[in-house]
Nanobody
Framework: VQLQASGGGLVQAGGSLRLSCAASESIFSINAMGWYRQAPGKQREFVAVITSGGITTYVDSAKGRFTISRDNAKNTVYLQMNSLKPEDTAVYYC?????????WGQGTQVTVSS
């Protein structure tokens, strides 16, 4: 299974981007789908997750600005990012967590200019 992340780019502070992550084939027994990010020189950090039941959790810095959603039929997870800040600049990775293991996407670059 491969995850294809897309939607990253260069945006000015205050702007918006919508990230998408689609699986190359159907994935069964998904527990949750999420997004992580890694800024230059920093460790990868959690951003948001949505469970199979639709429960969402966000890192504090994303609350009120980011919205995670999923399309189960398409095995796709989205991250709507509004009011972007320069500190949101990072490579964003999607992750699908299943009973049998986890899958990671290849990452998509988000750059927010001030």
């Amino acid at each position: 299974v491969q995850l294809q992340a897309s939607g990253g780019g260069l945006v000015q502070a205050g702007g918006s981007l919508r990230l998408s992550c689609a699986a190359s084939e159907s994935i069964f027994s998904i527990n949750a789908m999420g997004w992580y990010r890694q800024a230059p020189g920093k460790q990868r950090e959690f951003v948001a997750v949505i469970t199979s039941g639709g429960i969402t959790t966000y890192v504090d810095s994303a609350k009120g600005r980011f919205t995670i959603s999923r399309d189960n039929a398409k095995n796709t997870v989205y991250l709507q990012m509004n009011s972007l800040k320069p500190e949101d600049t990072a490579v964003y990775y999607c992750k699908i967590m299943t009973v049998g293991g986890n899958y990671w996407g290849q990452g998509t670059q988000v750059t927010v200019s001030s």
